[in-house]
């Protein structure tokens, strides 16, 4: 079964970049560890914290994966080899903002939202469900690709 992830308030950047990766990250920046610790455990969630308060807790001790170093970076490349994720599997299939799995837009449904020049190179559109907000195919997604490269393939 594919793992699913609550962030700690902390790691606001690597719960975009799991997301990125296609990985289910749930993550809210003003949530206690009380309530994160109850919306972990109601939605089958592995708290992801660096918080060693937070996992000290009930129900968490048991059910958190403690992340290390300030740098998201280094932490996407523990989670990802802790996990076996491979972030190019799933990569760009999530919403960055809110976590939904993306579903195909045509290109006449994303006409505002989208620049005239991308709807004449390309018609891969993925919309959130839940934002609206639209993805395609580009030099930001090429440039995020590149990014998670460099950061999973250093050793
Ligand atoms: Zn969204």
Redesign the pocket.
């Known amino acids: 079964m594919e793992r699913r992830f609550f962030a700690d308030a902390m790691l606001g950047k690597l719960a975009a970049w799991l997301r990125a990766a296609g990985c289910d990250v749930a993550y809210s920046r003003d949530i206690g560890d009380d309530d994160l610790i109850r919306r972990a455990k109601e939605e089958e969630r592995l708290i992801l914290t660096r918080d060693t308060l937070l996992a000290r807790r009930r129900w968490a001790r048991e059910n958190h994966f403690l992340v290390e170093g300030d740098r998201w970076r280094d932490q996407l490349r523990q989670v990802t080899a802790a996990f076996g994720i491979d972030p190019f599997a799933g990569f760009l299939t999530r919403?960055l903002?809110?976590n939904?799995p993306l579903a195909g837009a045509a290109s006449e449904s994303v006409e505002r939202l989208v620049p005239p020049y991308v709807r004449s190179v390309t018609d891969l559109f993925r919309e959130?469900p839940?934002?609206?907000?639209v993805y395609w195919p580009g030099t930001h997604r090429e440039r995020m690709e590149g990014e998670l490269r460099r950061i999973v393939e250093r050793q």
């Open positions: 919403c903002r809110c939904e959130c839940a934002c609206g907000r």
